[in-house]
DNA sequence: CACCTCAAAATTGTAGGATGATTGGTTCGT
DNA sequence: ACGAACCAATCATCCTACAATTTTGAGGTG
């Protein structure tokens, strides 16, 4: 006879769990707004404090964001991403960007690997998409396309967990690496690298695109100490 | 001028941050039953529901753990370690592996840069720990003695969010991980290419200990692949 | 003494109400 | 039209009360 564990499960951490499948899936979508708190215990039935636990929870968890007066919004779909970002707050930028780099070589790896051919496909379209930014000069787009181009490439690995944590890595770092790569987009070098790597992928050269990330690091980490010798 | 309006920290937020500091300093251990929430009450000079949704959220984050009529105890230290703790449930072994090969590859090249004298001294230590259990024919030493020395080399990297997430990924795997290394420890291939790495490291040969790397994890994944054929 | 039973104490879980503080919008006067 | 004062909505904090669960210990029984 099994002995029943503790699978009684408080009423706080079903309201929890609730909320965040809404969350999840999209029902509150990023900023948008919830209902106020009479409301919301009215809807899942439990008292005041109750619904307060579960949502401070999911607030202090970086789902949500709670204003005195105003109300409460979602402002992250992700548990995971909140923890890394506010991980990554305490890190440096070298730090970071290594990290980056160990999770960049195995996505290219892999991506060499496994890619399918839909994943061909993404593949040329984000380069053709770089291309057309940088013939324009436009260097908005060409972050933007750079960023997707390097989603794409994670997104080949196939490898869910490694998706999710390079995506939410790349989120946090969001506003240095468009600084960065704006600031090395101007050299050919940067999508010369960029046209290795992803013909490595294409070609199924293991190596080949894990030696192109190599290089694509190197020259990100170089542009950032020439960048900090500057200040 | 900046204003600074948000800087108002609600008091649920000022208890959660001073109850985080206790539990990462070790003031509260792991395994530390709290005093029971009047105590907490006075101690931190709140109300009852402040302080409940404090802890709340410190449970839902996976610090803490409550038990009516019991006590709540300290069952982890760190929220980045809940948090991919919770994201590995969802991952199998394989993904899990290779993330870990990522991280534990670029520990390695780190190591090899940028060991330090007590690096080396280290690393001596823990493969002398290695040996001396392998001779006593103690697995279970061995396993011990074996998360330890990659442990050593992800700290010889020198990069704190990559010992960070490293170690919390091991923990995470610690049985999973636990059951494959005895698989593998009786062969003596474990221990050469532990031997490999290491000299890698110690002789500053980058290439060398990623090389180590890719022979472990590919005999690791062998390994899995097998007894997973065995169900 | 050893062991079981069961009641009481300790502790967290849930409910409901009251008041203060902050925000956003509205109204009103100029 | 513009700014100031007001007001309503909303979250923040505190309080009390009771329920549910676990631990503890007293008392009985062999």
Redesign the pocket.
């Known amino acids: 006879m099994k002995i029943e564990k503790?699978n009684?499960i408080?009423?706080?951490e079903?309201v929890v769990s609730q909320m965040e499948s809404l969350i999840e899936s999209g029902a509150w979508a990023v900023g948008t707004r919830?209902?106020?708190?009479?409301e919301l215990?009215e809807r899942f039935?439990?008292?005041?404090?109750?619904?307060?636990?579960a949502?401070?929870a999911l607030?202090h968890g970086g789902l949500l964001q709670?204003?005195?007066?105003?109300?409460?919004r979602v402002c992250s779909s992700s548990v995971l991403g909140a923890a890394i970002e506010r991980r990554l707050h305490k890190s440096n930028l070298l730090e970071t960007l290594e990290v980056r780099h160990a999770l960049e070589r195995e996505a290219a790896r892999l991506a060499a690997v496994r890619r399918s051919e839909e994943d061909v496909q993404q593949l040329r379209l984000q380069m053709d998409a770089c291309l057309k930014a940088i013939q324009a000069n436009d260097h908005q787009a060409y972050v933007e396309a750079d960023i997707q181009l390097h989603q794409v490439i994670a997104a080949a690995s196939h490898n869910n967990l490694l998706i999710d944590l390079y995506e939410h890595m790349t989120d946090a770092l969001h506003s240095s690496v468009r600084n960065l790569v704006e600031l090395t987009s101007c050299t050919d070098v940067h999508q010369r690298i960029h046209g290795k790597l992803v013909d490595g992928i294409i070609a199924q050269n293991e190596d080949g695109a894990a030696e192109a990330v190599n290089e694509y690091m190197a020259h990100l980490k170089e542009t950032l100490s020439k960048s900090l010798e500057e200040l």
Do not use: F, Y
Not at 66 to 72: A, F, I, P, R, V
């Open positions: 503790t009684r408080s009423l706080v079903q919830l209902p106020p708190e009479m215990m039935d439990v008292s005041r404090n109750t619904l307060r636990e949502v401070r607030v709670t204003k005195q007066g105003s109300g409460t």
